[in-house]
């Protein structure tokens, strides 16, 4: 008899094993068609109604210097964006003194970069090109309803819900949270350029006005850490 009770414990824990493997699998599976993940993405941001909100915002915060070497600087920064229009402000401040002032405006009509110790210079036309793809546009380009968007397992579990789609010869890959569905990441990769990839990371979510929204943005150009900002 004790060797059937023994035996009976085991069965049960194997089933509840297993019962339990199975709520994992479709917890984390339970979301097969993309358009489905976006509908979850956007009740995440509180509905299609907050996409205003969202795409048009300001913010005041820290840019990290790039490379930041031994010791980390970071500069004052404001973000400025109006859809595709898109606007930063850094300063250089050096003992309680602005030294130099860094303008960046990108729109789909021109970009250009200015500062007060080297004038104007001229932006890679991808700055443009990334801003519909980054965080908020990229909500606003899922929704439209005229993408082909593909839902991608990952070779590995990261926590991710991954949606792809190309569009203008640019390979995008966007990361939701498996839980949230609140975007963390974009990756782009250029179809026709195979040296070019740019992927951008959002961190730190903080509810602003009832509404989530990232307050760290690291971007990265090839393998290298481009930029990073916190608002």
Request: with cysteine; charged share 25%.
């Amino acid at each position: 008899m004790a060797s059937m009770t023994g035996s009976g414990r085991m069965i049960r824990s194997i089933l509840a094993l297993a019962v339990l493997a199975a709520l994992v699998v479709s917890c984390s599976g339970n979301v097969k068609d993309p358009e489905a993940a976006v509908d979850r993405m956007l009740k995440a941001y509180g509905g299609e109604k907050n996409l205003p909100l969202l795409t048009s915002y300001e913010g005041r915060g820290f840019r990290k210097q790039i490379p930041a070497g031994q010791i980390a600087t970071n500069y004052p920064f404001d973000i400025f964006q109006r859809k595709m229009e898109y606007k930063t402000r850094s300063y250089k401040v050096l003992n309680g003194q602005v030294v130099d002032l860094q303008l960046l405006i990108v729109n789909q009509d021109g970009s250009f970069s200015w500062s007060r110790g080297g004038g104007e210079v001229s932006v890679a036309a991808w700055e443009a090109e990334m801003i519909r793809y980054r965080m908020p546009m990229i909500l606003d380009r899922l929704s439209a309803g005229d993408l082909e968007l593909e839902h991608v397992e990952s070779e590995y579990w990261d926590g991710m819900y991954h949606i792809k789609f190309v569009e203008r010869d640019n390979l995008v890959d966007v990361s939701l949270d498996e839980e949230s569905f609140l975007v963390k990441a974009v990756s782009i990769v250029s179809s026709d350029d195979s040296g070019f990839s740019f992927r951008e990371e959002y961190s730190d979510y903080v509810k602003t006005d009832g509404i989530w929204f990232p307050n760290r943005f690291t971007g990265y150009y090839g393998d290298h850490e481009y930029f990073e900002f916190h608002i």
